[in-house]
């Protein structure tokens, strides 16, 4: 499986564990990369930004995406870490999208879009609209639903992020009625 | 003494939403349907409670009420967050079954803390606006969970139930 890695700008790009694994065909199409998005063979892991500095006060800068090479990969690609052009908040929402998708399934999902929140308590929270298709309702079980639930807490949970989902579902149609209200 | 029917709330949310005849439901029976599911959940898990430590066949006491409304809604929500995870807190670990608890009460922890943000907003946010699709699937998400909590092994709920009557120091 690809591993998905954030990574910073220092010393040690990258700490724990990676935020997520998926077959590599996956990862190259939901991270948009290309054969020549290769930094670094799998022996040395690249380093980012001044590889002196060894603290990580902004945060995460960059997605890297490690194929192993065991991987089933497109005959041209390396084994290797590969550098994607998507920003960190897009591939955090992008693996929630995933997750959401993995329970739901891809037909009842049309887009998710992520906002910070807080929760009843008042601490930080994760805002996660669900924009879910037209009768996505009649098709989807209770079941699915709270795998959705499950999923993206796991999710949340690999990427080290504490922040309780606080997730609202609707259709486009819900939405800009609300908007207009 | 009958206890609160959870499986009523669930009916009475979906009545709310989907009332035969009429036309698209207010945001008041929106705002309760979803308030009606999280209290069926809630109900739930204290008569869980109250039946683990007083028995099911004390329900008419006031022992029994004493349990039962010793529960409130923060207490419930501390267990949820501590429960979902993969790995509890060490305090909360060493009271957990034997192999962990079970996935679908896992999963009910984490369906209850959803549905806990939800009937906060549907009670007290006055810029809250509940779609149909949201009160729908809370309903549906609702009646799953209530049946899994249900029928999960009764040592697995006990052992919910004990965490939650007994904060552990």
Redesign the interface.
């Known amino acids: 499986m690809a591993r998905i890695w954030p990574a910073y700008d220092r010393k040690e790009p990258a700490t724990g564990c990676p935020w997520a694994e998926m077959p590599a065909f996956e990862a190259i199409a939901l991270f948009e990369l290309g054969a020549g998005d290769l930094v670094a063979d799998l022996v040395v892991p690249p380093r980012f930004g001044n590889s002196d500095q060894t603290l990580s006060v902004r945060g995460h800068r960059q997605i890297v995406v490690e194929i192993g090479d065991r991987e089933d990969r497109p005959s041209n690609w390396q084994p290797g870490f590969y550098s994607s052009r998507t920003s960190v908040r897009k591939a955090i929402a992008l693996l929630i999208q995933r997750a959401l998708v993995s329970a739901l399934g891809d037909e009842n999902v049309v887009r998710v879009e992520l906002q910070p929140t807080t929760d009843s308590s008042g601490r930080d929270a994760l805002g996660i609209t669900v924009v879910i298709a037209p009768f996505a309702t009649k098709r989807l079980k209770g079941k699915a639903i709270m795998d959705a639930l499950a999923s993206v807490r796991k999710q949340l949970e690999e990427m080290a992020d504490e922040r309780a989902p606080i997730i609202h579902f609707a259709t486009e149609e819900e939405l800009v009625q609300n908007a207009s209200a | 003494m009958p206890v609160l029917n959870p499986d009523h709330l669930i009916d009475q949310a979906n009545y709310l939403v989907d009332i035969p005849g009429r036309g698209a439901p207010r945001q008041v029976d929106l705002r309760r349907a979803i308030s009606s599911v999280y209290y069926a959940l809630f109900h739930a898990v204290l008569t869980a409670a109250a039946d683990s430590i007083v028995g099911r066949t004390h329900r008419d006491t006031p022992r029994y009420q004493l349990v039962y409304r010793s529960i409130n809604h923060t207490s419930i929500s501390n267990i949820c967050?501590q429960i979902?995870?993969?790995t509890l807190a060490q305090k909360f670990s060493k009271y957990q079954p034997r192999g962990g608890f079970h996935i679908d009460l896992?999963?009910?922890a984490?369906?209850f803390?959803?549905l806990?943000?939800r009937r906060?907003?549907a009670d007290y946010d006055p810029l809250y606006?509940v779609?149909?699709?949201?009160a729908?699937?809370v309903i549906?998400?609702?009646?799953?969970?209530l049946?899994?909590f249900q029928s999960v092994n009764a040592e697995h709920r006990n052992a919910f139930s004990s965490l939650l009557l007994f904060a552990p120091r």
Do not use: M
Request: no cysteine; proline share 0%.
């Open positions: 967050e979902e995870k993969t896992k999963n009910v984490t369906t803390l959803y806990q943000e906060h907003l606006r779609t149909i699709s949201e729908r699937l549906l998400a609702g009646r799953e969970a049946a899994r």
